[in-house]
């Protein structure tokens, strides 16, 4: 893409990041046969070196680039800012699997919780990564501000008409959850169906690949989320109405 092609050239540091570590998706391998704290513990400088230090690489590389589309991004390469934590949390989990199987890092806009933000998403596992854009679940006090939003049929059109422009570039979006039509909307509302969603995302899965292991997933990476930046200003002047 031309304008990436002009930053890369503009910015004067040298690119950190040269793909993910095919050593790291051994590691994934290896942590579902052994789904353990000790086990983990004993084997963390692998996960050190082979999945945290590229993923903070990535982090740097794909967050200043992504300053291309939203100046104001926010890319913290840490683990609790833009990397999620590995463990679990089981305390009020069924699941008591101490480990995730994936690998999830994220970017987001806004002063909220980045939970609760508009955001560029992904995660890989040991076969398949995830891209994405937008909030994967509104809770409740962001929910009743999504649905204040979208009564006005201005916002309501314009997020329809983002999310099948999406669609029609073979993206997948989020799909409704609830199967009634909330109290606060009457049934001849157009583009009804936004009002039954609890999440807010499009986005598109691939099997890992060459380009996975290589410098060049920041350009695919950048694609994807270029073409998803409608949704993520959408998504992202949504919040800004959001009151504590």
Not at 134 to 146: A, C, F, V
Not at 213 to 239: G, H, I
Request: glycine share 4%.
């Amino acid at each position: 893409m031309e304008i990436l092609e002009e930053f890369k050239k503009s910015v004067s540091c040298v690119m950190l990041f040269n793909g993910f570590n095919k050593e790291g998706i051994k590691f994934l391998r290896n942590l579902e046969k052994n789904n353990s704290k000790v086990w983990f513990e004993d084997n963390r400088h692998i996960w050190e070196k082979n999945i945290l230090a590229p993923n903070k690489a990535f982090i740097e590389d794909m967050g200043e680039t992504l300053q291309i589309l939203v100046p104001t991004i926010k890319a913290l390469p840490k683990v609790s800012g833009s990397l999620f934590k590995i463990y679990r949390d089981v305390r009020f989990s069924k699941n008591k699997i101490a480990m995730k199987d994936k690998i999830g890092l994220m970017f987001w806009q806004g002063l909220g919780h980045r939970m609760q933000s508009s955001s560029f998403y992904m995660h890989y596992t040991k076969e398949k990564y995830f891209v994405a854009t937008g909030i994967r679940t509104l809770k409740s006090p962001l929910l009743k501000t999504y649905r204040a939003y979208i009564k006005n049929e201005k916002n309501r059109i314009s997020l329809h008409i983002i999310l099948e422009d999406l669609k029609a570039k073979g993206y997948n979006a989020t799909q409704a959850k609830y199967q009634r039509i909330p109290k606060d909307f009457t049934e001849d509302i157009h583009y009804a169906y936004l009002t039954k969603l609890d999440s807010l995302f499009a986005y598109i899965e691939y099997e890992i690949d060459d380009i996975f292991y290589s410098v060049e997933l920041l350009d695919k990476l950048f694609k994807v989320y270029n073409d998803m930046k409608d949704l993520q200003k959408w998504v992202y002047e949504m919040t800004l109405s959001h009151k504590e």
